[in-house]
């Protein structure tokens, strides 16, 4: 919105210091054709413009602005209230001078809204990494390296999606500038609307096109079960030229870490996490119940379903299905924490058949085979451990395997096919 406004300046310093002239008999024929318009003062008010230009800089920058607030306030009503896109869009169409006063009205509390929001969220991650003794992702960077590879080969695969972010980030911003020209040359409002309506699906597109550019770095744990590689293109990705890092993929990064047998650092990368909206902190706390079980901490686990519990995802049915699972696996820790083993074991069972990805059929088959260790079934264990083993990779639930198959061995020989004569 910020951006808007700037623009907005800019596009209203060209136009009207291109010779445009308030005093001009355009204007003045124009205007004065309104009933009840008083020409001479009328005059006087264009006059004083003409030596103010500041307040139409201001009042043109202000209008765009509320053009571009509006479309964010239909996007935050139709996910707080669970209201249809279409409705938003049907106000937009046939009530766009209305809309529009109303974006710019609420403009400046907006903006006040936004720049409180930001400062609240940077105090609020700079508090909590000077609990945990750390400045900056550049220090996260660097705890990795320590204890963990930094894959050099994957280096390319994330500068060419970076490449291609960048490029779509540039397509955004060309079109949010064309849709700014269009505003100010366009004086026909529902031609206006048509096309914003078209500008709001143009740019949910190249939005999701982002995200799809990502998918060579997410595959490389969600399908290739290799969360070192993943993690190193995350780091090479979000690392800019002068070798400073900002972490941008913190949830697929602690995700990484989780995987690597290594809580205590995805903990920290999730202390900068911006938990922006109701979806974001679910995910938050969702991970760092994962975490809290690595780290055999109760108390947190017990804050991780609390805070969860009260979350509310305005995406309807939806919704209500994503917690509803994001809440059994909280659940699910808990009861593995308590020895609750089969009610764990039949989460797993039934997430093993659900799963979509290789991980996540790699995190089942382990701990239906650590259960079945549990209760010495043995044949069982085999089985599932040798499936972590199949389909595993990198993930460190193949080590853990090895060493359960190993005491296996001793425990539960496999028996052999040799016939004795």
């Given at each position: 919105m910020s951006v808007a406004f700037v623009v907005g300046l800019a596009l209203s310093a060209v136009v009207f210091s291109s010779g445009v002239d308030l005093n001009s008999d355009m204007f003045s024929s124009a205007l004065s054709q309104a009933p009840g318009v008083n020409t001479e003062a009328l005059n006087q008010v264009l006059t004083y413009l003409q030596n103010n230009m500041w307040i139409l800089y201001l009042g043109d920058a202000l209008l765009i602005s509320g053009i571009i607030n509006i479309i964010y306030i239909g996007q935050y009503v139709t996910a707080?209230?669970?209201?249809?896109?279409?409705?938003?869009?049907?106000?937009?169409?046939?009530?766009?001078?209305?809309?529009?006063?109303?974006?710019?009205?609420?403009?400046?509390?907006?903006f006040i809204v936004c720049i409180y929001g930001m400062l609240s969220l940077?105090?609020?991650?700079?508090?909590?990494?000077r609990e945990f003794n750390f400045s900056n992702d550049d220090e996260l960077v660097r705890m990795y390296k320590i204890h963990h590879n930094l894959d050099e080969s994957y280096k390319e695969l994330a500068k060419t999606c970076r490449k291609n972010v960048r490029k779509l980030n540039g397509i955004y911003a060309l079109g949010i500038v064309a849709l700014l020209v269009i505003l100010i040359l366009i004086n026909n409002m529902l031609l206006l609307a048509v096309?914003?309506?078209?500008?709001?699906?143009?740019?949910?597109?190249?939005?999701?096109y982002r995200a799809v550019s990502l998918?060579?770095?997410?595959?490389?744990?969600?399908?290739?079960?290799?969360?070192?590689?993943?993690?190193?293109?995350i780091i090479y990705y979000c690392t800019n030229s002068k070798g400073h890092t900002r972490l941008k993929q913190h949830t697929l990064l602690a995700q990484c870490l989780i995987y690597l047998n290594d809580p205590e650092l995805a903990q920290d990368v999730l202390i900068s996490y911006p938990r922006k909206d109701a979806a974001s902190s679910l995910q938050y706390w969702s991970l760092m119940s994962y975490i809290d079980y690595m780290l055999k901490d109760e108390d947190g686990l017990s804050?991780?379903?609390e805070e969860a519990q009260s979350i509310r995802l305005h995406y309807g049915r939806a919704g209500i299905?994503?917690?509803?699972?994001?809440?059994?696996?909280i659940e699910n820790k808990i009861h593995l924490m308590d020895g609750d083993f089969n009610t764990c074991k039949k989460y797993y069972l039934q997430g093993l058949q659900r799963a979509n990805f290789p991980f996540q059929q790699v995190d089942s088959c382990y701990y239906i085979a650590l259960i079945s260790f549990v209760?010495?079934?043995?044949?069982?264990?085999?089985?599932?451990?040798?499936?972590v083993l199949e389909i595993g990779n990198r993930m460190y639930f193949v080590e853990k395997a090895k060493n359960y198959l190993a005491k296996i061995d001793k425990i539960y020989p496999e028996p052999t096919n040799d016939v004795v004569e």
């Open positions: 707080r209230f669970n209201i249809s896109p279409w409705i938003i869009m049907f106000l937009i169409f046939f009530l766009p001078e209305y809309m529009i006063y109303i974006g710019t009205l609420l403009v400046i509390p907006a940077r105090s609020s991650i700079s508090k909590e990494r096309l914003l309506m078209f500008y709001l699906f143009a740019f949910n597109l190249v939005l999701r998918l060579p770095i997410t595959r490389l744990l969600y399908e290739d079960c290799d969360p070192e590689a993943c993690a190193s293109a804050r991780c379903k299905m994503i917690q509803s699972e994001e809440m059994a696996a209760e010495e079934d043995y044949k069982l264990a085999r089985m599932y451990f040798e499936k």
